[in-house]
């Protein structure tokens, strides 16, 4: 019924940039929070910024002031740019929304599939 597809990943140098895409379709009625998570092998998974729908954002201390999230609500669409990035950044970025359907009053907490971002010289 929705899918949260992910684009943007790669290998990228330190220092470098990447922007990351999910874009959520299907029979979304309404998307309250939307943000971006990651996974680094043999760590949990960790939050790395959210957004609200009114705007207001939420950053992991560790990418504060290099990350920045935003949203198209139009396009049922948030964002990761990402800037300045280190060798601990490498992981697997994972995109998440909380998304009421049509076919339901309840609000149900989606994941993409994940995409991978790699920072090496």
């Known amino acids: 019924q929705v899918q949260l597809v992910e684009s943007g990943g790669g290998l990228v140098q330190p220092g470098g940039s990447l922007r990351l895409s999910c874009a959520a379709s299907?029979?979304?009625?309404?998307?309250?929070?939307m943000g971006w998570y990651r996974q680094a092998p043999g760590k949990q998974r960790e939050l790395v910024a959210i957004?609200?729908?009114?705007?207001?954002?939420n950053y992991a201390e560790a990418v504060k002031g290099r990350f920045t999230i935003s949203r198209d609500n139009a396009k049922n669409t948030v964002y990761l740019q990402m800037n300045s990035l280190k060798p601990e950044d490498t992981a697997t970025y994972y995109c998440?929304?909380?998304?009421?359907?049509?076919?339901?009053?309840?609000?149900?907490?989606?994941w993409g599939q994940g995409t991978q971002v790699t920072v090496s010289s």
């Open positions: 998440n929304a909380e998304i009421r359907t049509f076919f339901s009053a309840r609000v149900g907490d989606y």
């Open positions: 957004s609200g729908r009114g705007g207001l954002t």
């Open positions: 299907g029979s979304i009625f309404s998307i309250n929070v």
